[in-house]
């Protein structure tokens, strides 16, 4: 598979991030960026050797993931984790809400990122997008 990096949120998706830099808190965690992408299509990214690990959840919608070379369907309450040093590659073939995180390394593990390539696991926490929702509010409130 001959693929190419693609880093594109496309002109019509809505996004809201929260880094560590503005939220200091993510950091002991292992986190750097946290957010929620309401996606739509032209939101295409592929990353040939990855520099972050990832967690890339599903909360609405539809997305793809590529995962041992093939494009495969991410579904509500699944997850794409994939580790720093890996191809990894997803993209919304329709509108498709997903929250996601930017790991570190040494957090990884932590997180149930695995070494030797990106897979999908079950079982999204439910609350996993109210929590970065309102990491985002009290950042809004912080900044206001």
Sequence with gaps: MDLRDINSIGDQTVERLVSHRVCPELRPLGLGTVGTSFAQPGFEFVRRRSNIGHILACVDGEGEVLLAGQWCRLAPGEAYLSPTGCLHA???RGTWQVVWAHVEVDAQANYGIEAGGPRVVVGLPTELPEVVRAL????????E
């Design 90 to 92: 997803y993209a919304a």
């Design 136 to 143: 985002d509010r009290e950042v809004l409130g912080r900044n």
